[in-house]
């Protein structure tokens, strides 16, 4: 049974800074960060590859930074000068080594409130 978990999130004022975490039970291949804020749909935050190339959607640039720690199988979201406009569940979607191959998993969400 695989397990990915976020964890991190809570309740910052603007131009705070906030480290969401995703851990898995096994090796990681890929990580997206996805959001969804209330009426919006899901989109892509930020996502990184197995070699560590990064890329981002264009209202986070510069803003927040995803990194991987391979012995941890840990993928991290650092958020820094946050805007209420990020506001949202923030879930971890992992592709993960199995015995069968990459498969994709998704977290259970973390939510992150930025508010004053």
Known sequence: QVQVVE???GLVQPGGSLKLSCS????????????EAPGKQRELVAHITSYGN????DSVKGRFT?????????VYLQMNSLKPEDTAVYYCNADVIT??????????????????
């Open 7 to 9: 964890s991190g999130g």
């Open 66 to 74: 995803i990194s991987r720690d391979n012995a941890k199988n840990t």
């Open 54 to 57: 990064t890329e981002y959607t």
């Open 24 to 35: 898995a039970s096994r090796n990681i291949y890929s990580v997206g960060w996805y959001r």
């Open 99 to 116: 015995d069968y191959g990459p498969e994709d998993y998704w977290g259970q969400g973390t939510q992150v409130t930025v508010s004053s």
